[in-house]
């Protein structure tokens, strides 16, 4: 009895192993493409929120694409850095044109009444 299920085993299990791998033309599993990343981050204008919101990263065997979070973290870097340096632009040039608070001109003193001045 122990002969006959040890020689099942092995049949059901070459069975299986000859189905898998694709013992004809019909492939029992095809091959799957690999994940790729759909970037929705428009390349023509700044990204939004609501487009880093909707950003997902593909997994991969060990978790995510480092490529894709890589590429996706440097181009937000750098919109953040375009839009600081801008900000920052923006603010001197509003400081310029406003005086500070040491270059308002200082208020005209009041004139002396009528009576003290012909005296």
């Known amino acids: 009895m122990f002969l006959f299920l040890l020689i099942a085993m092995v049949v059901v299990v070459g069975a299986v192993t000859l ?3 694709g013992g004809g ?3 029992a599993l095809p091959e799957a493409a690999p994940e790729q990343l759909v970037d929705p981050l428009p390349p023509d204008r700044p990204v939004g929120r609501a487009e880093v919101e909707a950003l997902r990263f593909p997994v ?3 978790g995510y694409r480092m490529t894709d979070v890589d590429e996706a973290l440097g181009r937000l870097g ?4 375009e839009r600081d340096a801008r900000i920052a632009a923006l603010e001197a040039e509003l400081a310029g044109v406003r005086p500070g608070p040491a270059e308002r001109p200082e208020p005209a003193e009041p004139a002396p009444p009528a009576e003290e001045a012909g005296k």
């Open 78 to 81: 750098a919109e953040l850095a």
């Open 19 to 21: 189905i898998v791998i």
């Open 25 to 27: 033309d019909s492939a």
């Open 60 to 62: 991969g065997v060990r």
